[in-house]
């Protein structure tokens, strides 16, 4: 069966500090390998939620790829698409928190197999039931080679009339803000839901205030804006309006991959066609549960698992 969902992009490796406040430019402890990377994390979400889902990817010939194959597989996330170059090592990032809770990176992307993984790895026919395309901003600043595979797969997405769901993930260390709005603004221009955090909303429409960089990004069209804001939940702004919800009240062990979880819940109520406050209580509780676990992706709840949330918080 092809998947409905397609998320395109980088699977990495994550290699991280086992506590705050060690930065990376020093010798220390790392934790790690864990699979990652925007894109993955989407995957694995969006499969846990129940959605039909597959990955186009590139992974090396090392143990690392080994690692991620498995572990996409084993979370039923169709892995046909992810593509094994030969000669070539897996993406890794390291990451370190500072004690503010900002994150530095360094990563080794460009010339792993997420960055040389091309144009030539999609296969017409896997976008033949898409109804989702997902893209992370991450995937287009990796490469020119990620970059064009993204292109390739939206207009395979848009030939089957699926939708793109577009998550800017804006990350100066691969690509410099001023660059990363010129080469993302088509991606966002053909949104259909657009999953910014609030400050890559006002980042990349270049003003401080919110309802401006809501509308600059609506842009009169009939599209969804989901703004993310951490523990303090999420607002959407849709055709009917302004949504706010709260937060949900949980332990914060690990931050990593709460965008992602968000992301895949908000395409997940999105598609069944929610009422927008419905959507944003649901995708709240999700990246909620996905900040109580140490992992990237260990945290990505099930749909039970978010009832069960949802009830206790009424
Ligand atoms: P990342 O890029 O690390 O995956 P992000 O910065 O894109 O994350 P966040 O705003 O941190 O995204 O988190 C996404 C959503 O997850 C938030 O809008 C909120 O609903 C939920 N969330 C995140 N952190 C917390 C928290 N500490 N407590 C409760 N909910 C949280
Ligand atoms: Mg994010």
Redesign the pocket.
Known sequence: MKPQVISVGESLVEIMRDSPGQPLDQAGVFQGPFASG?PAIFAVAAARLGMRTGMVSGIGEDAFGTLLDRRLQQEGVDCSQVQRLPGTTTGIAFIAYQRGGEREFVFHLRQSAAGLVDESAVADSYFDEVKWLHISGSALALSPQSLALCRRALALTRKNQGRLSFDP?LRPELMPLAEAKECFAPFIEQADLLLP?VEEALAITGTEDEEEAARRLLAGKDRILAL????A??TIYSRSGRVDQP??S?V?VD??????C?NAACLYGVDAGWPMTQVARF??AA??L??TRQGPMEGAPTVAQIEVLLQKSV
């Open positions: 925007a993930n955090t993310k804001r951490g523990g939940g999420s937060g949900f949980v914060e931050p990593t991959g709460a965008g992602d968000f995708a709240n990246g909620a996905a900040v």
